[in-house]
Each structure stands twice: as structure tokens, then as C-alpha cells.
């Protein structure tokens, strides 16, 4: 049992690096992917713990792009921090998105909540780690919010008072960067795209001709007959049928290392076919 899909506090998760391969080898996991977003930060760290408890920490990111009039989210793989087209495209990302937050702030100041720039870095432990779930729960301590996912629903989801848009790049461009820095693209959790399967079978040929190497289909909180139906799409396009539980702490607290919601078990078998894709094979 593997784990490709895990948050901590280098972005938006409440888990240290470090804990992310104990909870990992906890839950019985022969390796974990720290995915943190538009950052490699919290590598170095995770892997040094994770060759402590003899578990594989793979290096990777999450990076937001826009696509089809929405948001998709792509996880990249076997990049780590360093010289490269992905982590020069990820610092760009990270200061387009200090930007944001400095804007989110003052968007709360003319909505007459008291919550400053300062407040948000400081919840976020760091300027480059801010992400709106620290927002969100400034929110909640405020009384303006009952709980994260409410305060999304009620201020900074898209629509919302206290949404600020930030800068997104495509899939292909992340594809690309991904590559010529020695690794593979992946959708992420694709039924946030909204479509249904016919139409995420047309995404997905265009994705894998774009460069993807794979697509999340064992997500945590997808049921069985989703991650089903998702391990078909990948097969029929061309690409790997990955997993991971997307852990972030307790931001989402139903969702665990290794096990997603109780029942995740993305196969070992997943993590070899995608080494594959980064040598090129097929």
C-alpha cells in the first residue's frame, strides 16, 4: 500500500513534514508522497524521517492550472527542490501567490472582518506556506464561520465575498516543466472537474497527449465504484491509475495517511508503473 497524495505545513496541511512518513509507515504504507502545493520545502525533512522508519518518501508537488473554464489541480512526481523549469514555474507561483493573500487581506479589511496580512502568516507559520484554509480558520476563531468547509461556503470559495482569483497555468505547461525536470504529471482527484465519465474519457486522451503519465483514481473520499470507473478511464487512455488519500490534518479530518477515509488501498504496483513513465516507457 502506497500513499502519492499528502499536504503538511510547508502549504496548507497541519502536519510537520516529518509526520507525514510516520503516519505513513503507521498505516502500514511501503512508501508516501509529500505533495505539497507549488512547493518542494518540506522534502528534505519528510525524507530524512522517512529513510529513519525504512519507508520511500517520493518528492512531489501539487500546482493548480486552469482548464476548460475551471480549476484542475496536477500532482507532479520524482522532482525535487533544486535548478529546473518546474521549480522555476513553482517560484513564480509562490510569489503570484504572496500577491494574492496580500489582497485577500485587505478584501477582509473592506469587508469590515478584522483579520490582517500579518494575522494570516503568522497562523500559517510563513509567509510562502499561507493557503486560504489559514484564513478559514482564522474565520472560525472569529465566530464568522462554523468550520472550514463553512467558511468557504460562506467567504472565499469561488463566488464567494472574500474570493481572489491567482495566477493558474495550464496542464500542458505543467506537463511540460514536469518532464524536462526529470518527472510525470498526474490529474488530481478529476471529479472536482465537474464532468461526467464520457467527457473525463475525452479529458483524459487530451491530458495524455498533453504529456500526463497518469490520473488519480483511487482518491480518498471517491467510493469504490468511482475509483472503479476512474481505473478504466486511465486504462483506455493510456495512462496510470494512481491514488493517494490527499491528506492535509486536521484542515480535512476525515481523510487519514494511507487510508483515506477507512477503506483506500492504492496498490505498490502504481509507484513502479510510474517510474516507468519517467524514463519515457509506456
Known sequence: ??????????????????????????????????????TFAGIARARARADQLGIELVAGCEVSCKYRGTSAHVLVYFVDDGEGPLQDELARLRDDRVERNRRLAARLGELGIPITYEDIVAEAVGEQSVGRPHVAALLVRQGLAESIPDAFDRWLGEGQPAYIPKARVTPAEVAAAARTSGGVAVLAHPLTLGVDMSTLDDVAGELAAAGFSGMEAYYGRYTPDERTGLVAVARRNGLVPTGGSDHHGSVKPDLSVGTGQGDL??????????????SGGV
Open 265 to 278: 488501498c492504492v496498490p505498490d504496483e502504481v509507484l513502479v508503473e510510474l517510474r516507468g513513465r519517467q
Open 1 to 38: 500500500m502506497i500513499d502519492l497524495h499528502t499536504h503538511s505545513t510547508c502549504s496548507d496541511g497541519t502536519d510537520p513534514p516529518e509526520r507525514i512518513p510516520e503516519l505513513a509507515a503507521a498505516a502500514g504504507c511501503t512508501a508516501v508522497a509529500l505533495t505539497d502545493h507549488d
